[in-house]
């Protein structure tokens, strides 16, 4: 999530999960934002009747199997459109409404091992139903002047809704994306965040953990390119650098969530399969 339009979060989604799913991980998109940006990016033609997840937070006659569409190999997706927008203000007539996509994830039982949601650029309330069923938030952005001062925001709404609704909550981290690492102001504002992160060690809250994530994703054409095709970077251009950022970036995360997992496992054999 990223309550900043035009910072990546879409890219990261699609391509994370696209690593993710090449890692032979059964993966899950759900496409929060009602500009369908990542239904598009992995081609779901959006004029083709179909339910989407406008259906699976609004009216629970059905499963939400049935709206979800396959994409690639191991990577499914559960996609929207504009319909989307009107959930804004439906959702606030119903009972719980920041519970309805976590209560429609969990139906799913063990189909997929990782659900990575794309949020829209708002603090709404599609935003809170992300974050109320999420394990984990990842905010992609780029390393521009101010950019602490929306992350400090961020992290503010994040800490609200995991108070209010989701106590085990996490932000991982932040994800540069477009990253120019020969600019002398770039490296500063990456610097400034770090420290930040490093002082946010000292009390509880939901980033205790946070750091920048690596490898910073670059800024490179083809990943820009990928979405008009209704395609991956992995299928558009599997050696581009956007291909390499992304499957080094899903690699090191696997690494930690399967290490995190054992843990678990060892500790508490239920809790892991939660
Ligand atoms: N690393 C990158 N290099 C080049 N262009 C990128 C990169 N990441 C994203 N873009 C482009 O920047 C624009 C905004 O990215 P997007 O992922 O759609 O952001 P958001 O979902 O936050 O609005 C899109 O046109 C996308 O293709
Ligand atoms: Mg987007």
Redesign the pocket.
Same mark, same amino acid.
């Given at each position: 999530m #990223?309550q +900043?339009?035009?910072?990546? +979060? =879409?890219?990261? =989604?699609v391509n994370l999960a696209a690593a993710l799913a090449r890692a032979g991980r059964r993966t899950l998109i759900v496409d929060l $934002?009602p500009q369908g *940006?990542s239904s598009l990016h992995v081609g779901v033609d959006l004029n083709a009747p179909g339910r989407t997840v406008y259906d699976v937070l609004i009216d629970d006659s059905e499963p939400p199997s049935a709206a979800i569409r396959p994409a690639v190999e191991h990577l499914d997706i559960l996609p929207s459109t504009v319909d989307l927008a009107a959930a804004e203000s439906e959702l606030a007539t119903l009972p719980e409404p920041h519970r309805r996509l976590d209560r429609a994830l969990a139906s799913l039982g063990d189909r997929y091992e990782f659900i990575l949601i $794309?949020c829209p @650029?708002s603090l709404g309330h599609l935003t809170v139903n992300a974050l109320t069923a999420a394990r984990e938030v990842i905010i @992609?952005m780029q390393a521009h002047f101010l950019a602490l001062q929306g992350v400090v925001k961020l992290l503010e709404t994040v800490r609200q809704v995991s108070q209010a609704y989701n106590p085990r909550l996490r932000v991982s981290g932040v994800v540069l994306?477009? *990253?120019d690492t020969s600019s002398a102001h770039t490296r500063e504002v990456v610097a400034e965040l770090e420290s930040f992160f490093e002082q946010s060690r000292q009390a509880e809250s939901p980033w205790k953990f946070a750091r920048v994530l690596r490898p910073a994703?670059?800024? #490179?054409?083809k990943?820009?390119e990928c @979405?008009s095709f209704g395609q991956t970077i992995f299928q558009y251009a599997p050696q581009a650098p956007?291909a390499e $950022?992304y499957a080094a970036l899903g690699a090191a995360l696997l690494k930690e969530w399967d290490a995190m997992l054992a843990r678990l496992q060892a500790n508490s054999p239920q809790d892991a399969t939660a």
């Amino acid at each position: 999530m #990223n309550q +900043k339009g035009g910072v990546g +979060k =879409t890219t990261t =989604t699609v391509n994370l999960a696209a690593a993710l799913a090449r890692a032979g991980r059964r993966t899950l998109i759900v496409d929060l $934002d009602p500009q369908g *940006h990542s239904s598009l990016h992995v081609g779901v033609d959006l004029n083709a009747p179909g339910r989407t997840v406008y259906d699976v937070l609004i009216d629970d006659s059905e499963p939400p199997s049935a709206a979800i569409r396959p994409a690639v190999e191991h990577l499914d997706i559960l996609p929207s459109t504009v319909d989307l927008a009107a959930a804004e203000s439906e959702l606030a007539t119903l009972p719980e409404p920041h519970r309805r996509l976590d209560r429609a994830l969990a139906s799913l039982g063990d189909r997929y091992e990782f659900i990575l949601i $794309d949020c829209p @650029p708002s603090l709404g309330h599609l935003t809170v139903n992300a974050l109320t069923a999420a394990r984990e938030v990842i905010i @992609p952005m780029q390393a521009h002047f101010l950019a602490l001062q929306g992350v400090v925001k961020l992290l503010e709404t994040v800490r609200q809704v995991s108070q209010a609704y989701n106590p085990r909550l996490r932000v991982s981290g932040v994800v540069l994306c477009m *990253h120019d690492t020969s600019s002398a102001h770039t490296r500063e504002v990456v610097a400034e965040l770090e420290s930040f992160f490093e002082q946010s060690r000292q009390a509880e809250s939901p980033w205790k953990f946070a750091r920048v994530l690596r490898p910073a994703i670059r800024r #490179n054409i083809k990943l820009a390119e990928c @979405p008009s095709f209704g395609q991956t970077i992995f299928q558009y251009a599997p050696q581009a650098p956007g291909a390499e $950022d992304y499957a080094a970036l899903g690699a090191a995360l696997l690494k930690e969530w399967d290490a995190m997992l054992a843990r678990l496992q060892a500790n508490s054999p239920q809790d892991a399969t939660a």
